[in-house]
């Protein structure tokens, strides 16, 4: 239950998130056209693709753990028998989680004394900070979400689950899936 | 010395949380909080908020998407063989062609892709079975790959380099610019120690008989020129001052989506597929930074880097040698950590001692790229060994290793290179002031 509700709110934000992405490209290449050609730069492309990426990576944080995108040194893990490997990855579930309540705590406090200041931020355009800092706890929040499911999904499965990492893909998954968590 | 037990305190507490396999971010966020509650005013807590707030609205990293956009979408197209078949055609009748062939189409890949698994996988899944079905030894034909694909991150755009840059504060301009003559230099390097192993064994690498017509080799230049257009585009408009590196990013993004439209590529599937890829690395890569940034404010307020970095400029040695300790240290430690955890974790440790030393940090941007690379061909954790394990059916690990570490051994030399004559790195920057 809990895994289905964050795949479908991941797959959401995956979307939401792609197509900010796009448009940060096009708020850019608009600006940067609009400066050479016709000498007339926009007083908000700058501040405007800044505040996009703020909604890029809240939303785009849990999609990321849910693919395994983040990157970990999985060396030890990955050659422990599985019994092992499967109290490892719990564990490790356990410090996302933990890291996790800290963020969206000091995330959240944040926010809210955002909306009490009901402040500015300090930019040329004028956004208020509350407009940009409610993505902050609703995008951790998802994380927190999405690593609990994670977590209950390694709790229920035996160690048989934890006897090889699969590697069945496509070329085409297997290049998206080694740009992430690679540089 | 205080400062170095610390230090010792800090690496071992988060190697103990990596091994378990979380995210180096968490790791290292979540030593940053046990730090704070240890040591600091329990207020301290709230700056993990200020970082992660101040991070994802900084304009530095919307480059971030921007160049991981371009490497996604040009490898979604079949620009990769194109690049291969074209080096294959020119460089003919040379001894080892197909495996300098792979370099130099790494190379040219690098110019529009900042990620070295990436640049591994798309020109190592066609280039290797090519070079194995033409009589290459396996060793040679996987080696050759993993390490060519390592030079997706020194020739610009870089991902790590931003990485660095925004940890440092350094011009990611300034670190584009000043990869690109090393890069260049590893290359010829690379292909050097492969005419140097098909010297000692030529049975290695069969040279090729078959000679090509004139009209053949201009035509398997169809697909370089929109990608070396593409590469000069981004580095030439930052070069010129025309565009930051920001807006150099969307240029290059543009224009790979362009690219890959033209050749095909770009069916709605696969467009959905490149923009996931896309946000999720830059959701990891922020966090990362959020993470690193975070354990390095910790370690900033109990003043273990300024610590370790007055013990090391008092200590009785010349700098090269502490640079040599350093870069050694790397390469340990690069063994068993992913290329990312290097940076996050080591950076802001060294870095204020190697500036006290009166090193450029653009320079020793370029040297920390180039022990990365190392580390991307170190076994056991070398990223670049796994993806070929993944991407070449049939690949054997003990053949990517065997391979790969002779390879090393220029990577090195040019580390050695940049520590004598660091105007290697920094004249092209220079001369753009």
């Given at each position: 239950?809990?895994?289905?509700?964050?795949?479908?709110?991941?797959?959401?934000?995956?979307?939401?998130?792609?197509?900010l992405?796009?448009?940060?490209?096009?708020?850019?290449?608009?600006?940067?056209?609009?400066?050479?050609?016709?000498?007339?730069?926009?007083?908000?492309?700058?501040?405007t693709s800044r505040?996009?990426?703020?909604?890029?990576?809240?939303?785009?944080?849990?999609?990321?753990?849910?693919?395994?995108?983040?990157?970990?040194?999985?060396?030890?893990?990955?050659?422990?028998p599985?019994?092992?490997?499967?109290?490892?990855?719990?564990?490790?579930?356990?410090?996302?989680?933990?890291?996790?309540?800290?963020?969206?705590?000091?995330?959240?406090?944040?926010?809210?004394?955002?909306?009490?200041d009901?402040?500015l931020?300090?930019?040329?355009?004028q956004?208020?900070?509350?407009?940009v800092?409610?993505?902050?706890?609703?995008?951790?929040?998802?994380?927190?979400?999405?690593?609990?499911s994670?977590?209950?999904?390694?709790?229920?499965?035996?160690?048989?689950?934890?006897?090889r990492?699969?590697l069945?893909?496509?070329?085409?998954?297997?290049?998206?899936?080694?740009?992430?968590?690679?540089? | 010395?205080?400062?170095?037990?610390?230090?010792?305190?800090?690496?071992?507490?988060?190697?103990?949380?990596?091994?378990?396999?979380?995210?180096?971010?968490v790791?290292?966020?979540?030593i940053g909080?046990?730090?704070?509650?240890?040591?600091?005013?329990?207020?301290?807590?709230?700056?993990?908020?200020?970082?992660?707030f101040?991070?994802?609205?900084?304009?530095?990293?919307?480059?971030?998407?921007?160049?991981?956009?371009?490497?996604?979408?040009?490898?979604?197209?079949?620009?990769?063989?194109?690049?291969?078949?074209?080096?294959?055609i020119?460089?003919?009748?040379?001894?080892?062609?197909?495996?300098?062939?792979?370099?130099?189409?790494?190379?040219?890949?690098?110019?529009?892709?900042?990620?070295?698994?990436v640049?591994?996988?798309?020109?190592?899944?066609?280039?290797v079975?090519?070079?194995?079905?033409?009589?290459?030894?396996?060793?040679l034909?996987?080696?050759?790959?993993?390490?060519?694909?390592?030079?997706?991150?020194?020739i610009?755009?870089?991902?790590?380099m931003?990485?660095?840059?925004?940890?440092t504060?350094?011009?990611?301009?300034?670190?584009?610019?000043?990869?690109?003559?090393?890069?260049?230099i590893?290359?010829?390097?690379?292909?050097?120690?492969?005419?140097?192993?098909?010297?000692r064994?030529?049975?290695?690498?069969?040279?090729?008989?078959?000679?090509?017509?004139?009209?053949?080799?201009?035509?398997?230049?169809?697909?370089?020129?929109?990608?070396?257009?593409?590469?000069?585009?981004?580095?030439?408009?930052?070069?010129?001052?025309?565009?930051?590196?920001t807006e150099?990013?969307a240029?290059?993004?543009?224009?790979?989506?362009?690219?890959?439209?033209?050749?095909?590529?770009?069916?709605?599937?696969v467009?959905a597929?490149?923009?996931?890829?896309?946000?999720?690395?830059?959701?990891?890569?922020?966090?990362?930074?959020?993470?690193?940034?975070?354990?390095?404010?910790?370690?900033?307020?109990?003043?273990?880097?300024?610590?370790?970095?007055?013990?090391?400029?008092?200590?009785?040695?010349?700098?090269?040698?502490?640079?040599?300790?350093?870069?050694?240290?790397?390469?340990?430690?690069?063994?068993?950590?992913?290329?990312?955890?290097?940076?996050?974790?080591?950076?802001?440790?060294?870095?204020?001692?190697?500036?006290?030393?009166?090193?450029?940090?653009?320079?020793?941007?370029?040297?920390?790229?180039?022990?990365?690379?190392?580390?991307?061909?170190?076994?056991?954790?070398?990223?670049?060994?796994?993806?070929?394990?993944?991407?070449?059916?049939?690949?054997?690990?003990?053949?990517?290793?065997?391979?790969?570490?002779?390879?090393?051994?220029?990577?090195?030399?040019?580390?050695?290179?940049?520590?004598?004559?660091?105007?290697?790195?920094?004249?092209?920057?220079?001369?753009m002031?």
């Amino acid at each position: 239950m809990l895994e289905r509700l964050t795949r479908r709110i991941n797959r959401v934000f995956l979307i939401i998130s792609g197509w900010l992405a796009a448009a940060i490209l096009a708020i850019i290449t608009y600006d940067l056209v609009l400066r050479n050609v016709f000498d007339a730069p926009t007083t908000w492309a700058l501040d405007t693709s800044r505040f996009m990426m703020v909604y890029v990576f809240f939303f785009a944080l849990a999609p990321a753990l849910e693919a395994g995108a983040h990157v970990s040194v999985d060396i030890f893990e990955q050659n422990m028998p599985p019994k092992v490997r499967r109290w490892l990855q719990i564990l490790s579930m356990l410090f996302v989680m933990t890291f996790g309540a800290f963020l969206f705590w000091q995330v959240t406090r944040s926010t809210v004394e955002a909306f009490q200041d009901d402040s500015l931020f300090p930019t040329f355009i004028q956004v208020k900070l509350k407009e940009v800092y409610w993505i902050g706890p609703v995008g951790v929040a998802e994380f927190l979400l999405t690593a609990l499911s994670m977590l209950l999904a390694r709790w229920r499965s035996g160690p048989e689950a934890f006897a090889r990492a699969p590697l069945a893909m496509s070329p085409q998954e297997r290049t998206t899936t080694l740009s992430e968590g690679g540089v | 010395m205080e400062a170095l037990g610390e230090l010792s305190i800090f690496l071992v507490a988060l190697l103990v949380l990596l091994a378990t396999g979380a995210p180096v971010a968490v790791a290292t966020g979540l030593i940053g909080v046990i730090g704070v509650y240890m040591f600091l005013p329990p207020a301290a807590i709230s700056q993990v908020a200020n970082i992660t707030f101040t991070q994802s609205s900084n304009f530095v990293l919307v480059v971030v998407p921007l160049f991981v956009l371009m490497g996604e979408a040009l490898a979604a197209t079949g620009i990769g063989r194109d690049l291969f078949t074209a080096m294959q055609i020119w460089l003919g009748r040379l001894p080892g062609a197909l495996a300098i062939g792979t370099v130099f189409a790494c190379a040219c890949f690098g110019a529009v892709c900042g990620s070295s698994p990436v640049t591994a996988a798309t020109i190592g899944s066609m280039a290797v079975p090519e070079m194995i079905r033409k009589g290459y030894a396996k060793t040679l034909a996987l080696g050759v790959t993993a390490a060519g694909g390592t030079l997706g991150i020194l020739i610009p755009p870089s991902i790590p380099m931003i990485l660095y840059g925004v940890i440092t504060e350094t011009s990611i301009g300034d670190l584009f610019i000043a990869g690109i003559v090393p890069g260049i230099i590893m290359a010829v390097l690379l292909s050097i120690t492969v005419l140097f192993q098909v010297w000692r064994d030529p049975s290695i690498a069969p040279r090729a008989t078959a000679e090509l017509a004139a009209r053949e080799r201009y035509t398997s230049l169809k697909s370089v020129i929109p990608v070396m257009a593409l590469g000069l585009m981004v580095i030439g408009s930052i070069y010129t001052g025309v565009a930051t590196p920001t807006e150099a990013g969307a240029v290059g993004a543009l224009g790979s989506l362009a690219v890959a439209a033209f050749l095909g590529s770009l069916k709605p599937p696969v467009i959905a597929r490149i923009f996931a890829g896309t946000v999720r690395t830059t959701a990891m890569f922020v966090l990362l930074i959020v993470g690193g940034l975070f354990s390095a404010f910790v370690l900033a307020r109990l003043g273990i880097p300024q610590g370790t970095a007055k013990l090391l400029v008092e200590m009785n040695i010349p700098p090269w040698a502490i640079l040599v300790m350093i870069n050694l240290l790397l390469m340990v430690l690069g063994m068993f950590m992913d290329p990312m955890s290097l940076l996050v974790i080591i950076v802001p440790v060294f870095f204020p001692a190697v500036t006290a030393l009166g090193y450029d940090p653009v320079w020793f941007g370029v040297v920390i790229t180039i022990n990365i690379e190392i580390a991307a061909i170190s076994p056991p954790v070398g990223f670049n060994l796994f993806v070929l394990k993944t991407v070449i059916p049939g690949a054997e690990m003990k053949d990517i290793v065997m391979g790969s570490l002779i390879f090393i051994i220029p990577l090195a030399l040019g580390i050695i290179g940049l520590i004598a004559f660091p105007d290697i790195a920094l004249w092209l920057p220079r001369m753009m002031r």
